[in-house]
């Protein structure tokens, strides 16, 4: 049998095992809501507007850089698994590789968009 | 003796005898018997999750100069249970305007990030999920999900500061996996694949003895993708309460909270199984399946008990410290690290396993103390431009 199908038992198990346990409280627990009591939690302050707003955009940039790393560095596993049998000019072009990644790096550094402004 | 080397297969082997005997067909037969080994592996862990709590909490207090729980039961044993069965019985709340679908969906997918990791831990030679042939980047995919709930969580609260918790902690989370996938790279190219089980298998030297600054900057990295302390900002509960989860309540909070400390065990084990040997020790494994568990087991608690020790000792580190910490520190230390173990690697193929390791030893202890030099250099430059700037007010 294929491997992914036993992948695919542990994510619904996993997904069971939580359900159960949720489901479990909502039977046991006390269901009494009330207005004061869904009120948003702010440390006994009333809440000002909704919380769905514009936030700082820096976490959005820090998002995008990640995403150029993460996808080309998945590129470099092959390239690991491989690499004892490609020999020393595989590993040159590996290297190659990581360079041009890294000034992607710089180029993010130089520009300010590391900073937290 | 067969019980004693490959207990899954003789069980699994009965039970296929049993089932087929009730007229079942084969192929449901085996698929009903994988799910119970699912089960059961999961739930056993499910059961550790709750001896996890006790554990948390008798360390912590150790380090803090306590107690800890010791009323209910003997040392406190049972106190988790008491602690379950609160929360079975407390309100289940839900935020107004919350987005309902998103706010009831993130806790469920919060554990299950957790226990499909589960999926490719081997737990001894002949006991393991699922032998992946790309268990590296599985890993880093099921931690994607872990983001994923986390983010859910915080957006669907409707609440501000569950809201920044989770910003905070994605932008941790994503940004510390690039140092760990390049880590990740060294433990492939020394295995030659990707698959826990093969890289425990190559280990018959440690790969912490090859690649100690690669073991290092790999805890580091877990430790910030579990967002524990010193990388907590995204829950710091002296300003933003609890972070991400803080609206939820009952069960819910208890899926967060076990999902976590879960993490951490799960992130100790991982550590061993890269860099420590996994299930082997000194051939222990070879006797017996049992042994090479409980080899792992203890090596993953070690891993957990290190990732506590560094929680309760170490102050939390403020976020753009945080992030400029990973982007112009590890992540570039974490690639040279990788093209130098690749070039050594290709240099040294043919010379003896003495040479090869102590290379790799000491390169990287180089590589480690020039990085640190860089570093102080710089603080040091840092620190005399605000002492100057100190001097012009001053003065």
Redesign the interface.
Known sequence: MSQWFYIGLFFLVGLIIPFGAIGFAWILGPKKPNPIKQTTYECGIETVGDAWVQFKAQYYIFALVFLIFDVETVFLFPWAVKLSQLGLFAVIEGIVFILILIVGLVYTWRKGMLEWA | MEFLKDPLKVVADWLLGIFTSWGIPEIFA??LI??LG??IL??VL?LLDIFLVWVERKVVSRFQDRIGPNRVGPFGLVQPLADIIK???????????ADRIVYNIA??L???SV??L??IVPLAPTML????N?G???LIAAGAISTLSIIMAG?A????????GA?RQ??VM??F??PM??VL?IP??FA???GMSAITQNQDVWYVFLTPLGALIFLIAAIAELGRAPFDMGEAESEL?SGYN??YS???F??FYAGELLHAFTFGGFWAILFFGGYRFFGLEQVSAFLAVAVIVFKGMVGYWVIMWIKYTVLRIR??HM??FN??FL??LS?VL??VT??L???L?GTSSWVYISVMFLSNILIGWISLEVARAHSRREREKVEGMKKVVTT
Do not use: C, H
């Open positions: 085996q698929v994988g799910f699912v089960l999961l739930s499910m929360l079975l019985i407390k309100e289940d709340t839900t935020p107004e305007g806790p469920l919060s554990m299950m226990l499909i589960w999926a999920g699922v032998d992946l790309v590296a980047l599985y957006w609260s409707n609440n501000k500061y569950a809201l920044i910003f994605v932008a994503v940004s996996e690039i996938l390049t790279l492939t190219i030659r694949s990707m309460v803080i609206e009952g069960m819910k208890g899926m976020i753009d992030l400029a982007w112009k992540t570039p690639f990788l093209m690749a070039l690697n290709a240099i193929a």
